[in-house]
């Protein structure tokens, strides 16, 4: 039983040419919360995006709840695709709600679509999820008329709505406000207090030393440092990790 | 007043024959459209080509000529002739809602294109399926961008109706005509135009309904 819920092995991708991921392995537990951190242009977005069928890796395997996804290289068939993928959900930098919907009608759109999830359930969820997340108050509210923070945390109510596994965020507060990072960190601090596992693409160094029990350092297409926190803040192996990290630091 | 209702009562009639053109167009070319629409964004090369030569040769040519060539040039044709032979009001129907799908088609590939990829991307991580990507997600966001230029198209289209008069078909403008011919009083061309003013009243009103409606 010691199934890891994302198992990574000696993953590649190239955009025509361009080697954007140079075998990356990694694993993750359940209840881990993993923070990916490296300079832009690393290669972190699109590791992300090849665990939930976003991009297709070119080589290696990823395997999800112990199911191949990917296996050598080889992708798996579209409808098993589909099937591997849903226990996982996203969070975008740029939130992607539905912009002609409510955000009830958000939250809903997929639980009724894809679960067939009764009107009344629904309901219940939806209402659950928002006041999780503290805007119950804007549930008939259209996402023009909510702020960055708002959105963002409408946008990981309408993930958490399909009862996820896995919650990949790709940068989640980049796209903010300074003043509104705060509420969306804390609901995914919440989360992570919950042991819901995640995967977070961050430049929030102190979301990642703070909240994270895990912290990969990419450089270049590679994991370059895998550790604690703690190994990767106070005792980096490298060079470029204590460079990296010190210089978002002291930003705050 | 009397003259005035003499002029009006015959193109009422006509008011019919051009209405009837008109909706038949819209309902039809709109839907055709967006098929075309699609298919410009298959994934098969030759189902792509059939949809941009169709939509290059049918903007690239006069309406009228088509028109001409639908109810004329059409029957002439060896072997198929005798099956593309139409009446007026069907000939006037078939190149119309052709050549207005071909813009439409345009009209929607940009409303597609000015949706998010994100908004693809979402409704995958959620488990929806492409079916209902595009219904459900895609294309209310689609209709939203397309909406001001359909507008414009419908109201274009209203008045393209007149070009018909042409292969004879007798709507308001062959009434018009017919009627300053005998009289020798340009009245009846001013009726006419009234009746378009009035008609475009209405659509541009249901059109600023449905604006407001998909202003979100
Ligand atoms: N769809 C794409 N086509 C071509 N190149 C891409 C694409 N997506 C990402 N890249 C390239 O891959 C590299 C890594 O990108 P990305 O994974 O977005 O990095 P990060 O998220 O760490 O900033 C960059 O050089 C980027 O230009
Ligand atoms: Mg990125």
């Not at chain 2, 001409?68 to 129907?93: K, Q």
């Not at chain 2, 042409?166 to 005509?177: N, Q, T």
């Not at chain 2, 009245?187 to 003013?197: K, M, N, S, T």
Request: negative net charge.
């Amino acid at each position: 039983m010691d199934q890891h819920v994302i198992q990574v092995n000696n993953l590649t991708k190239s955009f025509d040419g361009n080697q954007v991921l140079k075998d990356i392995s990694f694993t993750v537990n359940r209840g881990d919360v993993v923070a990916i951190i490296g300079s832009s242009g690393s290669g972190k977005s699109t590791l992300l995006r090849c665990l939930i069928d976003l991009e297709q890796a070119d080589g290696g395997t990823i395997l999800v709840d112990g199911k191949a996804l990917i296996e050598n290289g080889v992708s798996v068939s579209p409808s098993q695709i589909k099937k591997v993928i849903a226990p996982m959900g996203m969070v975008f930098q740029h939130f992607n709600l539905f912009p002609h919907l409510t955000v009830r009608e958000n939250l809903e759109l997929a639980p009724k679509l894809v679960k067939k999830m009764k009107q009344a359930e629904m309901d219940a969820a939806c209402e659950r999820h928002l006041k999780q997340v503290g805007l119950f108050d804007k549930i008939d509210a259209m996402p023009k008329t909510l702020s960055g923070g708002e959105k963002q945390r409408v946008a990981i109510a309408r993930a958490l709505m399909m009862e996820p596994d896995v919650l990949l965020f790709d940068e989640p507060t980049s796209a903010l406000d300074p003043e509104l990072t705060g509420e969306v960190l804390a609901v995914m601090q919440e989360l992570a207090e919950e042991h819901m596992t995640m995967l977070v693409v961050t430049h929030e160094m102190g979301f990642a030393r703070g909240v994270a029990s895990k912290i990969l350092f990419m450089n270049q297409g590679v994991i370059l440092e895998e550790g604690t926190p703690e190994d990767i803040f106070e005792h980096p192996k490298h060079d470029r990790t204590r460079d990296f990290v010190s210089s978002l630091s002291n930003k705050d | 007043m009397d003259y005035f209702m003499t002029v009006l009562l015959p193109m009422i009639g006509g008011l019919g024959v051009t209405m009837g053109i008109f909706l038949i167009t819209f309902f039809v070319s709109i839907p055709l459209g967006f098929g075309f629409t699609l298919m410009t964004r298959s994934r098969f090369k030759i189902i792509n080509a059939i949809a941009e030569v169709f939509i290059y040769v049918m903007r690239g040519t006069p309406l009228m000529l088509q028109l001409l060539f639908v109810y004329f040039g059409m029957p002439l044709l060896p072997v198929i002739g005798p099956i593309l032979t139409f009446n007026r009001f069907p000939a006037a129907c078939i190149a119309f809602s052709l050549n207005y799908a071909a813009y439409f088609a345009e009209i929607f590939r940009g409303g597609l294109l000015a949706v998010d990829i994100g908004q693809y991307e979402a409704s995958k991580v959620l488990g929806l399926s492409r079916f209902q990507t595009m219904v459900r997600v895609v294309i209310p966001q689609m209709i939203r961008v397309s909406l001001p230029s359909v507008t414009n198209e419908t109201i274009t289209l209203l008045k393209d109706t007149a070009l018909v008069t042409i292969i004879g078909v007798a709507e308001v403008l062959h009434y018009a005509k017919a009627a300053v011919n005998r009289d020798a009083t340009p009245f009846a061309y001013l009726v006419a135009g009234l009746l378009y003013l009035v008609i475009n009243f209405v659509i541009t009103l249901v059109f600023k309904k449905l604006e407001e409606k998909y202003d979100f």
